[in-house]
């Protein structure tokens, strides 16, 4: 995806790749820096460390990047060619994972001698205490420097972070320390950091406070960046399915050039084993293609002479020549990446709210600390006991896992969809599946192929079969309706030559007529016949039979007379039993809109056990059919492909669109379905409905978290340390749980 890109005439999309946000307060700091700019609305993602930026002229690009520079943080415009990012992101992997190495190694040894040499007094030696600052010194200072760098950087600016609650612990714990190590402060109330009472004498140092929660948050800091960085690949690797080269047929030889030069029109070759480099239409030769990375559908797809091909897709057989229809950024594969990345910008209401929760729960907290500390010291608490309850509170209350909770779920949620053929364009989408009740299915083209086949042929007047047949598909073999085509197939099919008719005549919206082998062939509907006075005699029981069953009736008359009767139906997809099958086990009342009159449809519904049928509806008219259903207390999630059905998906609670459908169809929905079988209908709505539940159970567990350690933690019942693995822990308790998404198999678990 590019870095802008153009929304209309004056504006563009400006994408920014965001440096040294460490929480949620970071991303609304940067956010609000944007929005401050006249006429720009933005969008910043934690998860993704990418802000979204619109309202800004081509030339303006830059306002945004020094109104985040400005705010802090560090701020690029995003280049799909580039990888600052990627690479911020390792840099700050290696830098946290050595801090911490060296953290670890000095805590544990300092944490040891700290606590022995303060409980055993005949252990210790001359300037113990001194030599045990000295340690821990490079921790609270040089390891801890990420946490005290973002806090300096915000109090600069006036504003506070979930780092600067870590910042303060470490400083005044170790502060309290070096305190009573150099003016003899050392308490020794019998309060020893929360463990409980401790021998006369004992020395409350709290070294092992400011260098065990300095570890503790390096921990949790750096396996939460590596998890985010793991979710944000999952993404990446959609762009990276391309082919960076394209063999092209130029001056009738082949050459392998990067795939960025080759042009619409331009005709390239693919072999056994090699990946498709861009959408396209096969010309020349057969192959069976994986389609997996790109619909996530299993199956091997079968290709030759004028099927589409898209690009990302793997050539598993056979050479194929193609004809290039798209590149760049108008191929599928970079619009579902780019769609897939715009849709994690898309903040829904929870996620609103829980931004402006976290912008003021970290000054809260600071007050609610000194307040505690204070609170303490006033019922008679020794110093030390009281900065030791005040520095739990500081740490138990980060709201980290609050400010993940939303965004990386939704990362995972949309990064998993993509790749199993499910394209969800907002958070909007996933607080709708869970709403849902209803799922109305159109039928031509979504539950069907689209494509009208012959089931049942009756002949009288002791003509044979395939003689009436040949009459009826040769003066069919001009037209273009879908009936004359399912006639001139069936014919092929059972080997039936047909031949050029001597006189073909188009009646508009009833049939042909024409002449073949000197005789009058008439091919057309029953109005027809009536209107030519043709009499349908014995046919009259075969016409009924088969309207009832729903098919659509053609009548064939030799020489003034009606001889056999033909009946058409649109076949549906094979994986239409299932995917209804599964949707109705989900829960979900199914029902099918269709404009075909009410025989035909409650046929198709039949077959499929459909109890809600909407017939007979105008293309005008279906967005007010999922209307009225509305009205009657429905949340309707709607799937559609064509230009008719674009009011109906907008209409909706839920809109779902096949690829295989129109533009408008597609820029309607809220999921667009990339795969070519109908199981992708449940499979969307159950991984809406999984990242939804994980969303709620994220805010859940990361809001009761707070509420419940607040109080303990001023109660004076947790200790500092035990406060700054809990968080830790709470935090990659959110990243762990939205992970789990993406493990989730497909078809066995509604995924």
Not at 192 to 216: H, K, N, Q
Not at 237 to 242: D, F, R, V
Not at 482 to 491: K, R
């Amino acid at each position: 995806m590019t870095a802008t890109k153009r929304a209309d005439d004056r504006t563009t999309v400006v994408q920014l790749d965001i440096g040294g946000m460490t929480c949620a307060a970071c991303a609304g700091r940067v956010e609000r820096a944007l929005n401050k700019i006249d006429g720009v609305r933005a969008t910043v993602n934690l998860a993704t460390e990418r802000a979204i930026v619109v309202g800004l002229s081509n030339d303006q690009a830059h306002r945004a990047v020094e109104a985040v520079e400005r705010a802090g943080y560090e701020a690029r415009e995003h280049q799909p060619d580039e990888q600052w990012s990627v690479a911020a992101a390792r840099r700050r992997l290696t830098d946290l994972r050595t801090r911490l190495l060296v953290a670890a190694l000095v805590t544990v040894p300092l944490m040891d001698l700290t606590i022995a040499l303060a409980l055993v007094p005949r252990l210790r030696f001359d300037y113990w205490d001194t030599i045990c600052v000295l340690l821990a010194i490079p921790v609270v200072t040089w390891c801890a420097m990420p946490f005290h760098r973002a806090t300096w950087h915000n109090l600069r600016r006036g504003a506070v972070s979930m780092d600067t609650l870590v910042s303060l612990g470490i400083v005044v714990s170790f502060g309290w320390a070096a305190a009573s190590v150099l003016f003899g402060l050392a308490d020794d109330s019998g309060f020893w950091i929360g463990f409980g009472e401790v021998p006369a004498g004992a020395d409350a140092l709290y070294l092992d406070v400011a260098a065990g929660l300095t570890t503790f948050q390096l921990a949790g800091r750096y396996f939460e960046t590596r998890s985010r960085r793991r979710a944000a690949d999952m993404l990446e690797a959609l762009g990276e399915l391309a082919s960076a080269e394209a063999r092209v047929i130029r001056g009738g030889e082949e050459r392998v050039v990067p795939t960025e030069t080759v042009r619409v029109g331009e005709t390239i070759v693919i072999l056994p084993g090699e990946v498709i480099p861009l959408d396209g239409t096969v010309r020349r030769g057969a192959a069976s293609l994986d389609t997996s990375p790109v619909t996530g559908e299993s199956a091997l797809r079968a290709v030759t002479e004028f099927d589409h091909v898209v690009g990302g897709t793997y050539n598993t057989d056979g050479r194929i020549v193609v004809e290039v229809t798209a590149v760049g950024t108008d191929t599928q594969l970079a619009q579902v990446a780019a769609m897939a990345e715009e849709a994690q910008e898309r903040k829904a209401r929870i996620q609103r709210l829980v931004d402006k929760v976290v912008s003021w729960f970290v000054p809260a907290v600071i007050v609610l600390a000194s307040l505690t500390v204070i609170g303490w010291l006033v019922t008679g608490a020794p110093l030390g006991q009281a900065l030791a309850i005040g520095i739990a509170v500081l740490i138990i209350a980060c709201p980290c896992a609050l400010g993940l909770a939303t965004p990386m779920a939704l990362m995972v949620g949309v990064a998993r969809g993509a790749h199993i053929g499910v394209l969800v364009r907002g958070q909007d989408a996933f607080e709708a599946s869970g709403a849902i009740d209803t799922v109305v299915l159109d039928k031509t083209g979504t539950l069907t192929t689209g494509q009208m086949r012959v089931n049942q042929l009756v002949v009288v007047d002791a003509f044979a079969t395939d003689q009436v047949l040949r009459w009826a598909a040769s003066v069919e073999s001009g037209a273009t309706h879908p009936v004359a085509q399912a006639v001139v197939d069936y014919a092929a099919d059972r080997g039936v030559e047909i031949t050029e008719p001597e006189i073909s005549e188009t009646v508009a919206g009833r049939g042909v007529r024409g002449r073949v082998d000197d005789r009058q062939i008439a091919v057309g509907t029953v109005e027809m016949m009536t209107e030519l006075g043709y009499e349908l005699g014995v046919l009259n029981s075969d016409v009924r039979d088969q309207r009832e069953t729903g098919s659509t009736v053609i009548l064939v008359a030799v020489d003034g007379r009606c001889s056999a009767v033909i009946g058409c139906a649109d076949t549906l997809k094979d994986s239409a039993d299932g995917a209804v099958e599964r949707l109705k086990s989900m829960g979900l009342d199914v029902g099918l809109l269709s404009g075909d009159h009410y025989r035909a449809a409650s046929a198709i519904a039949d077959r499929l056990d459909i109890d809600l049928v909407l017939a007979e509806v105008l293309p005008a008219q279906k967005a007010h059919a999922i209307e009225e259903l509305q009205r009657r207390g429905r949340r309707v999630a709607m799937v559609g492909d064509g230009i008719n059905d674009a009011a109906a998906l907008a209409q909706a609670d839920l809109g779902l669109a096949l690829v295989t459908g129109t533009d408008i169809a597609m820029r309607s929905a809220d999921v667009i379905l990339l795969r070519d079988d109908l199981d992708v209908i449940p499979d969307a709505i159950g991984l809406s409905r999984a990242t939804l539940t994980t969303i709620r159970g994220n805010l859940l567990w990361a809001a009761g978290y707070n509420v419940a350690a607040i109080p303990i933690a001023m109660a004076g019942f947790l200790n500092p340390l035990i406060a700054a693995a809990a968080m830790a822990c709470s935090s990659l308790f959110v990243v762990h749980n939205s992970l789990r998404l993406g493990k989730h198999a497909r078809r066995d678990r509604g995924l």
